[in-house]
Nanobody, 123 residues
Framework: QVQLVESGGGVVQAGGSLRLSCAAS????????MGWYRQAPGKQRETVAT???????NYADSVKGRFTISRDNAKNTVYLQMNSLKPEDTAVYYC?????????????????WGQGTLVTVSS
């Protein structure tokens, strides 16, 4: 019912920048909080940044001052601008959204995940 499609990953040198995008589609009535998470090889998935529907943001300490999360509610899209990238930022980045969907039996809340996009930062 809801699909999240990420884009923007790739390979970048340390100190470089990347911008990730995640577009939501489907039978969407409303999108609540959205966020970016990442999972490095051999590690657990961790929260990178989140943003509420009103625009309030939270960041992991490890990315504060370097990453910026934003959203375009008209486009059902969330972005992650990543600057001053470090090798330890290398991971698969996942988009997440809390979505209210319009179903045949009424509105239902769903949690959606994207398929992930790989970010590799070389030293």
């Amino acid at each position: 019912q809801v699909q999240l499609v990420e884009s923007g990953g790739g390979v970048v040198q340390a100190g470089g920048s990347l911008r990730l995008s995640c577009a939501a589609s489907g039978s969407i009535f409303r999108i609540n909080a959205m966020g970016w998470y990442r999972q490095a090889p051999g590690k657990q998935r961790e929260t990178v940044a989140t943003i509420t529907s009103g625009g309030s943001t939270n960041y992991a300490d490890s990315v504060k001052g370097r990453f910026t999360i934003s959203r375009d509610n008209a486009k059902n899209t969330v972005y992650l601008q990543m600057n001053s990238l470090k090798p330890e930022d290398t991971a698969v980045y996942y988009c997440n959204a809390g979505v209210v969907v319009d179903t045949s039996v009424g509105y239902r809340s769903r949690e959606a995940w994207g398929q992930g996009t790989l970010v590799t930062v070389s030293s």
